[in-house]
């Protein structure tokens, strides 16, 4: 059983940036997509960014240029960087961990087994 910690939320003002993290607690596990998503209240959770099984990264539309994924195979950690924070940004992030083979692409929610509990970002001057 993986269990996903992120850390590094908070609030900042528009143009600044902030460094998600998501610590896994476990090792040696097969990763077919490792990814941040965000919801913010009322709206649908999507995809930011993620890492499929070759360790290309992706990214959505909306971040793409701004934010960052990246991943530390010896501390076991998920990285977003996000700069030049818009408030439209503003949501709860995750990190999210597929172990399994799926039918699911890697930016679909549905494929992720292992979830962490989230991390809010706010952005609001």
């Known amino acids: 059983q993986v269990q996903l910690a992120e850390s590094g939320g908070g609030s900042v003002q528009p143009g600044g940036s902030l460094r998600l993290s998501c610590e896994a607690s476990e090792y040696g596990y097969t990763t077919y997509c490792m990814a941040w998503f965000r919801q913010d209240s009322g709206k649908e959770r999507e995809e930011v960014a993620y890492?499929?099984?070759?360790?290309?990264?992706r990214y959505s539309d909306s971040v793409k240029g701004r934010f960052t994924i990246s991943q530390d195979n010896a501390e076991n950690t998920l990285y977003l960087q996000m700069n030049s924070l818009k408030p439209e940004d503003t949501a709860m992030y995750y990190c999210a961990v597929q172990t399994m083979s799926t039918a699911y692409p890697c930016l679909v929610d549905r494929g992720y087994n292992y979830w962490g509990q989230g991390t809010q970002v706010t952005v609001s001057s």
């Open positions: 890492i499929d099984s070759i360790g290309a990264p």
